[in-house]
């Protein structure tokens, strides 16, 4: 039998493999933790049946939830997005492309941790879409470690991505709670302004800016000023 090559690692998130995957062993059962109340899910969209269904089987057996899209389309109709897990997603998809829907999950801030397991070999689209925030990508056939390794990856970061969500609506809902008068002196102090210069803008006086200053600090449930400051700075990025 000819070997094959061995797979071209372009970056330490990007590897391009052409070995075939071995069955589940043992060993790696170990590499995934999960829970059986709440496994974490992986989907999978792909148009080649064989092969999607090979990888579904594979997570599966691992303790993962699988679950398989022929088309963007259809995935896009069925999975809500702003839930955490991994994508693993072919570039080449009958009608929106795989890139297409990688765009549009960034577009609309999905936490889903999106890896490449394709055919396509053009470098070019293997750059764009590492720098376009994927955890990694493989070629058709891949190496099951390799695989699982970037499905791990995947995951923390969508778990990472969720959490850091989840803060930013519960920041956002407590921003409501503000008067316009502390939506003010809020903004000042974030623009870098100290007590007397957020007074003199406002006209004001200083023991009233420190006054809205701690009922903005105790509407938001911040412990310090920096604190405050930097989940409102956290807002625009």
Do not use: W
Request: with cysteine; hydrophobic share 35%; aromatic share 2%.
């Amino acid at each position: 039998m000819t070997s094959l090559r061995p797979p071209l690692r372009l970056t330490p998130h990007f590897v391009m493999s052409e070995t075939l995957v071995p069955q589940p062993s043992s060993s790696l059962h170990k590499t995934l933790s999960t829970t059986a109340s709440n496994p974490p899910t992986v989907h999978l969209v792909d148009a080649d049946t064989k092969t999607r269904g090979a990888l579904a089987t594979l997570l599966r057996s691992l303790g993962l939830q699988a679950n398989e899209f022929d088309s963007a389309e259809s995935f896009l109709n069925t999975v809500d997005t702003t839930e955490p897990g991994c994508l693993m997603l072919e570039q080449q998809l009958p009608g929106e492309s795989g890139d297409q829907l990688h765009t549009t999950l960034q577009r609309t801030r999905s936490p889903l941790g999106v890896v490449f397991v394709t055919s396509s070999r053009l470098v070019p689209l293997a750059v764009a879409a590492i720098q376009g925030g994927a955890e990694g990508y493989l070629l058709k056939p891949v190496r099951e470690q390799e695989l699982l390794d970037l499905v791990n990856r995947a995951l923390r970061a969508s778990s990472r991505r969720a959490h850091q969500q989840s803060n930013r609506h519960a920041t956002l809902k407590r921003l409501d709670t503000l008067t316009p008068r502390e939506h003010e002196v809020l903004k000042a102090l974030v623009s870098g302004l100290n007590y007397d210069e957020v007074a003199r803008k406002l006209g004001i006086t200083k023991r009233t800016v420190e006054a809205h200053r701690r009922q903005i600090m105790d509407k938001t449930g911040s412990r310090t000023l920096p604190e405050l400051l930097h989940n409102v700075s956290a807002l625009e990025s």
